[in-house]
């Protein structure tokens, strides 16, 4: 779909994939404004397909847009627009246990202009691709980065821009050098507080049956998968807290037991446990480092059953499409 200033949103148009073709002086090429989601369409128990909490991703999109100085996109078309491609793309939505189509929605700016400023065309794509599931094994290992950090107050961390992610590149690219999965980042300022990993965001399950996730501050993502996961573990009787989590603490509490558990989670990972944590100067092993927490186990159950329509869903989060 097109956006061109004074005449809003025009031509929706579903093709084959194909290339884009785009001018050299496109602003986005220069200046970065891109933004995008990531969802996934479920095929449920009885053949049908759904995909999950959709609104929520058209609600965050139109932060993102509004952050980054872009057109702004109502929920029900983003939903809409979803809904058709997947309409189209039914038959290859997958059915095995943790697999699904992965859905990309984004907006990239196409005016043909190099002055910096907010563009006045916009082209807003979906894309659609089926994924397995994101970490093979039961537990991941994560390097704590602290050389580089993600996102500083007043910038776009809250935003789900492509600049985030090229920001982090080259923290994913060290942990992985670290012999690790995935990235923490810590907060910009004093370097202490977890803020969230390169694609997802972190919960902690603490001794007195608190699961503790860092608080939304501006500067890390919003998950849906968070969000959702704080509400289902309130249902099953968990106390939830969103706080300034200290990594100190967190490296002494899991060598101490105070923190029994902890995991990643997004729509890509969904619920990944986390076996260890490895920084400069130490080590956080939980568990054994490779066997999945029982709470993380059970939420990680509740969430997946829920979004291939084995559960009640009483806050209407599953979107039916066909
Ligand atoms: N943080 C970051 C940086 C992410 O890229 C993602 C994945 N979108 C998340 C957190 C988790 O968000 P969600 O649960 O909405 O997928």
């Known amino acids: 779909i097109r956006y061109t200033e004074g005449q809003g949103w025009h031509d ?17 090429l220069h200046y970065g404004q891109e933004i995008f989601e990531g969802m996934k369409a479920y095929r449920t128990e009885d053949g049908g397909v759904v995909t999950f909490r959709p609104d929520a991703n058209a609600r965050r999109f139109r932060a993102s847009a509004e952050r980054m100085a872009m057109a702004d996109l109502p929920e029900e078309l983003f939903i809409e627009a979803v809904d058709q491609l997947v309409k189209i793309d039914a038959a290859w939505v997958p059915s ?17 202009a190099l002055g910096v400023k907010p563009a006045s065309e916009y082209l807003f794509i979906v ?4 994924v397995g599931t994101y970490f093979s094994k039961g537990c991941v290992s994560v390097w704590v ?36 999965d995935q990235v923490l980042f810590l907060d910009s300022r004093e370097r202490r507080f977890i803020e969230e990993m390169g694609g997802m965001n972190v919960m902690f399950l603490r001794d007195d049956n608190t699961l ?21 573990a309130a249902d099953k009787g968990l106390k939830v807290e969103e706080i300034p989590l200290d990594i100190n603490e967190v490296f002494e509490g899991a060598a101490s037991g105070r923190y029994r558990e902890a995991f990643a989670c997004g729509t ?20 054994d480092g490779e066997t999945p927490g029982p709470v993380s186990l059970s939420l990680k159950a509740e969430l997946t059953d829920l979004q291939r329509g084995r559960h009640n869903d009483s806050r209407d989060w599953v979107h039916r499409i066909c």
Do not use: H, W
């Open 268 to 287: 890509a990972a969904v619920l990944s446990p986390i076996g260890r944590f490895k920084s400069p100067t130490g080590e956080a092993v939980f568990g």
């Open 145 to 180: 980065s602290e050389d580089y950090t993600r996102a500083a107050p007043g910038g776009t961390g809250f935003a789900k821009c492509g600049g985030n992610y090229a920001g982090s590149l080259v923290a994913q690219a060290e942990a992985y050098r670290m012999g690790c």
């Open 127 to 130: 894309i659609a691709c089926p």
């Open 12 to 28: 929706a148009k579903i093709t084959a994939r194909r290339p884009l073709s785009i001018d050299p002086a496109a602003s986005v």
């Open 212 to 232: 503790v996730t860092p608080a939304l501050t501006g500067t890390i993502l919003p998950g849906i998968t968070r969000d959702s996961l704080l509400k289902i």
């Open 96 to 112: 095995g246990e943790g697999q699904s189509l992965y859905l990309r929605p984004f907006m990239i700016s196409d005016e043909v």
